[in-house]
Protein backbone atom coordinates (compact mmCIF):
# COMPACT_ATOMS: atom_id res chain seq x y z
CA UNK A 1 0.00 0.00 0.00
CA UNK A 2 1.90 3.16 -1.03
CA UNK A 3 1.16 6.19 0.82
CA UNK A 4 -1.33 7.70 -1.48
CA UNK A 5 -3.31 4.36 -1.14
CA UNK A 6 -3.53 4.90 2.43
CA UNK A 7 -4.57 8.50 2.67
CA UNK A 8 -7.34 7.74 -0.27
CA UNK A 9 -8.73 4.70 1.97
CA UNK A 10 -8.96 6.22 5.04
CA UNK A 11 -10.48 9.54 4.17
CA UNK A 12 -13.94 8.61 3.75
CA UNK A 13 -13.86 6.44 7.01
CA UNK A 14 -16.37 8.21 9.46
CA UNK A 15 -15.25 11.55 10.70
CA UNK A 16 -11.96 10.71 10.04
CA UNK A 17 -9.69 13.80 9.96
CA UNK A 18 -6.03 14.23 7.94
CA UNK A 19 -3.31 15.79 9.10
CA UNK A 20 0.65 16.07 7.97
CA UNK A 21 2.55 16.30 11.42
CA UNK A 22 6.30 14.64 12.88
CA UNK A 23 8.32 15.30 10.15
CA UNK A 24 5.87 14.98 6.97
CA UNK A 25 3.69 12.25 8.47
CA UNK A 26 0.61 10.92 7.16
CA UNK A 27 -1.58 10.88 10.60
CA UNK A 28 -5.31 9.72 10.60
CA UNK A 29 -7.49 10.64 13.72
CA UNK A 30 -11.29 10.11 14.51
CA UNK A 31 -12.47 12.90 17.59
CA UNK A 32 -8.49 13.81 17.60
CA UNK A 33 -6.87 10.39 18.71
CA UNK A 34 -5.09 8.84 16.48
CA UNK A 35 -5.82 5.91 14.59
CA UNK A 36 -3.04 5.32 11.60
CA UNK A 37 -0.43 7.20 10.43
CA UNK A 38 2.16 6.72 7.83
CA UNK A 39 5.78 7.93 8.07
CA UNK A 40 7.69 8.27 5.15
CA UNK A 41 7.02 7.72 1.48
CA UNK A 42 5.81 10.63 -0.97
CA UNK A 43 2.53 12.21 -0.20
CA UNK A 44 2.24 11.81 -4.44
CA UNK A 45 2.39 8.55 -4.50
CA UNK A 46 5.73 7.93 -5.94
CA UNK A 47 8.56 5.57 -4.50
CA UNK A 48 7.75 3.66 -1.70
CA UNK A 49 5.03 3.62 0.50
CA UNK A 50 6.35 4.17 4.02
CA UNK A 51 5.54 2.60 7.21
CA UNK A 52 2.48 2.28 8.20
CA UNK A 53 1.19 2.01 11.80
CA UNK A 54 -2.04 1.43 13.47
CA UNK A 55 -3.86 0.51 16.24
CA UNK A 56 -5.49 -3.01 16.60
CA UNK A 57 -6.92 -5.96 18.87
CA UNK A 58 -4.80 -7.49 21.53
CA UNK A 59 -5.43 -10.59 19.82
CA UNK A 60 -4.07 -8.52 16.18
CA UNK A 61 -1.52 -7.17 17.93
CA UNK A 62 -0.45 -10.99 18.41
CA UNK A 63 -1.12 -12.39 15.67
CA UNK A 64 0.41 -9.71 13.23
CA UNK A 65 3.96 -9.49 15.38
CA UNK A 66 4.13 -13.03 13.68
CA UNK A 67 4.12 -12.09 10.48
CA UNK A 68 7.59 -11.05 8.48
CA UNK A 69 7.15 -7.57 7.79
CA UNK A 70 5.23 -6.64 10.32
CA UNK A 71 6.86 -5.46 13.70
CA UNK A 72 5.83 -3.51 17.19
CA UNK A 73 5.37 0.40 16.38
CA UNK A 74 7.90 1.60 17.97
CA UNK A 75 6.79 4.20 20.85
CA UNK A 76 3.44 2.79 20.53
CA UNK A 77 3.47 -1.42 21.37
CA UNK A 78 2.17 -0.93 24.45
CA UNK A 79 -0.88 0.19 23.31
CA UNK A 80 -1.25 -2.61 20.82
CA UNK A 81 -0.10 -0.63 17.74
CA UNK A 82 1.91 -2.16 14.90
CA UNK A 83 3.82 -1.14 12.41
CA UNK A 84 4.34 -2.71 8.81
CA UNK A 85 7.78 -2.76 7.19
CA UNK A 86 6.91 -4.90 4.53
CA UNK A 87 3.64 -3.09 2.70
CA UNK A 88 3.37 -6.23 0.82
CA UNK A 89 2.71 -8.24 4.15
CA UNK A 90 -0.76 -7.84 3.62
CA UNK A 91 -3.32 -8.05 1.29
CA UNK A 92 -5.53 -5.46 -0.02
CA UNK A 93 -8.41 -6.76 1.78
CA UNK A 94 -6.07 -7.17 4.89
CA UNK A 95 -5.35 -3.46 5.00
CA UNK A 96 -8.68 -2.80 4.30
CA UNK A 97 -10.15 -4.72 7.47
CA UNK A 98 -7.24 -3.33 9.54
CA UNK A 99 -7.14 0.05 9.14
CA UNK A 100 -11.13 -0.07 9.24
CA UNK A 101 -11.11 -2.11 12.84
CA UNK A 102 -8.07 0.47 13.93
CA UNK A 103 -10.71 3.36 13.24
CA UNK A 104 -13.32 1.53 15.06
CA UNK A 105 -11.32 0.62 18.14
CA UNK A 106 -10.41 4.53 18.73
CA UNK A 107 -13.63 5.47 17.78
CA UNK A 108 -15.35 3.24 20.41
CA UNK A 109 -13.17 4.77 22.85
CA UNK A 110 -14.73 8.13 22.20
CA UNK A 111 -16.71 9.18 25.20
CA UNK A 112 -20.82 8.87 24.23
CA UNK A 113 -21.17 12.52 23.71
CA UNK A 114 -17.72 12.70 20.89
CA UNK A 115 -19.64 9.70 19.51
CA UNK A 116 -22.72 11.38 19.25
CA UNK A 117 -21.28 14.51 17.92
CA UNK A 118 -19.37 13.17 15.51
CA UNK A 119 -22.61 10.47 14.40
CA UNK A 120 -20.50 7.34 15.32
CA UNK A 121 -23.35 6.23 17.44
CA UNK A 122 -23.54 2.92 15.54
CA UNK A 123 -20.25 1.81 16.43
Given at each position: ?????????????????????????????????????????????????G??????????????????????????A????????????L?????????????????????????????????
Amino acid sequence: MTRQDFDTFCAPLPAATHVVQWGGSSVWKVGGKIFALCSGGRADGAGTGGRISFKCSDLSYRMLIEQPGIVPAPYLARAQWVQVVDPDALDEDGWEAYLTAAHGHIARRLTRKQRQDLCLNDL
